[in-house]
């Protein structure tokens, strides 16, 4: 069965740490694995988008790493906003298949704390 | 440029009443999304529209959730009748290529 777990759920730093969101997956075959951010009230974000042949990708303080062959990826956040406070959503796709195989995880909740 | 526009933002309805969800896509983009996310749960996926085709419903909980998109352009997402269950926030995404744009997402009440 296809799955996307996420870890931890709900996670609370003080401004300015790092933190690092995990997710698992379970997805075959892999295509693409994607991390949004989702404001509350707002849609989600693209963060990052990464495929098989990556294993690392920045997009500014945020940084992912995918690890196929353990089906492992994580979001690490440097010096952590205010702004930052939202859900973190891990998304992964598998290949040739269509759109009802985007597989969503439940997503960690980040709460930033001045 | 636009983004993904959803209309209404928060709709509060009866059980067995109809409501009916509206998207407006980014201009030229082919592909439509529906999504789902109930509370607690992660978003899960309702169907997708090519144009005015629909590629992949095989989300769609039941037969009392109608989704159209004429002319390839907005889509809308009806309910008749709702129920309880259906609560949760309704988010469209539209594409072009890799990427996926979300709207806001309505968000259904069903008491």
């Known amino acids: 069965k296809n799955q996307v777990e996420q870890s931890p759920q709900s996670l609370i730093i003080l401004e300015g740490k790092n933190c690092t969101l995990q997710?698992?997956?379970?997805?075959?075959?892999?295509?693409?694995l994607r991390w949004y951010k989702q404001d509350t009230g707002r849609g989600p974000v693209s963060l990052t988008i990464?495929?098989?042949?990556?294993n690392t990708k920045s997009n500014g303080r945020y940084t992912a790493t995918l690890d196929a062959d353990t089906k492992q990826s994580s979001l690490h956040i440097t010096a952590s906003q205010l702004s930052d406070s939202a859900s973190y959503i891990c998304v992964v796709s598998a290949k040739y298949s269509s759109a009802s195989k985007i597989i969503f995880g439940s997503g960690t909740r980040l709460s930033i704390r001045p | 440029e636009a983004g993904v526009t959803q209309f209404p933002s928060h709709s509060v309805i009866e059980k067995g009443q109809t409501v009916t969800l509206r998207c407006d896509p980014i201009?030229?983009?082919?592909?439509l999304y529906w999504y789902r996310r109930v509370m607690g749960k992660e978003i899960k996926f309702l169907l997708h529209f090519v144009k005015e085709s629909k590629q992949d419903e095989s989300g769609m909980p039941n037969n009392r959730f109608l989704a159209e998109r004429t002319g390839g352009t907005y889509s809308t997402l009806k309910v008749q009748p709702a129920e309880l269950e259906d609560s949760g926030v309704y988010f469209c995404a539209s594409s072009q290529g890799p990427g996926q744009y979300f709207g806001p997402g309505t968000r259904l009440l069903v008491l």
């Open positions: 997710c698992n997956y379970t997805v075959s075959p892999f295509s693409n």
């Open positions: 990464m495929t098989f042949s990556e």
């Open positions: 201009s030229g983009h082919d592909n």
